[in-house]
């Protein structure tokens, strides 16, 4: 267990220096929208490190889906993480809250956050794409892509897939 914390936290480490920006994120042309078809309004705070490339490419893909998302800068994350309740196998590069308090962990498409928010959730402290997959918001290259899950995190420490993203057309 403690070999498997310690490589996963490495892991994790090894992709966070790893996220250069790439250059622009490819256009959405898809607008969310509520029940009665306008858009509906989120606000995000985005915590994330000042010069990740892939985590302002992702807030790029929150905005063209009608998302308001405010940024703050922090070199280091793990207080922010920590004071949301996210452990660390949950990590990613960023860390999104809602206005309700809702923590949003990673890469995770907007309409599924905005499909968690439209939920009831007592349990939940939010949502996590752990690590940083390619092809996900904010990973695009190319065409590449690889199938992940976004967890639904619990207050208790549990996790259970939320959703299962197996091509980039569900994104």
């Given at each position: 267990?403690?070999?498997t914390?310690?490589?996963?936290?490495?892991a994790a480490?090894a992709?966070?220096?790893?996220?250069k920006?790439a250059g622009p994120?490819?256009?959405?042309?898809t607008?969310?929208?509520?029940?009665?078809?306008n858009?509906?309004a989120?606000t995000?705070?985005v915590?994330k490190?000042?010069?990740?490339g892939?985590?302002?490419?992702?807030v790029l893909?929150?905005e063209?889906?009608?998302?308001?998302?405010?940024?703050?800068n922090y070199?280091?994350?793990?207080?922010?993480?920590?004071?949301?309740?996210?452990?660390?196998?949950?990590?990613?590069?960023?860390t999104?809250?809602?206005?309700?308090?809702?923590?949003?962990e990673g890469h995770?498409?907007?309409?599924?956050?905005?499909?968690f928010?439209a939920?009831?959730?007592?349990?939940?402290?939010?949502?996590?794409?752990p690590?940083m997959?390619?092809?996900?918001?904010?990973?695009?290259?190319?065409?590449?892509?690889?199938?992940?899950d976004i967890l639904?995190l619990?207050?208790d420490?549990?996790?259970?897939v939320?959703?299962?993203?197996?091509?980039?057309?569900m994104?």
């Open positions: 267990m403690k070999l914390l310690i490589t996963a936290m490495l480490t992709l966070l220096a790893g996220c920006d994120a490819k256009p959405e042309t607008a969310l929208s509520d029940s009665a078809g858009a509906a989120l995000l705070t915590y490190t000042p010069s990740c892939c985590c302002k490419k992702w893909h929150l063209q889906q009608g998302v308001v998302a405010h940024t703050k070199d280091d994350l793990s207080g922010i993480k920590a004071r949301y309740g996210i452990s660390p196998q949950y990590y990613s590069c960023h999104a809250v809602s206005e309700q308090g809702y923590a949003f995770i498409p907007a309409k599924y956050i905005r499909q928010l939920e009831s959730h007592p349990d939940a402290i939010g949502l996590s794409v690590a997959p390619l092809g996900s918001p904010g990973m695009e290259v190319e065409d590449r892509f690889m199938p992940y639904l619990n207050k420490g549990s996790a259970s939320y959703a299962h993203i197996s091509d980039a057309s994104q």
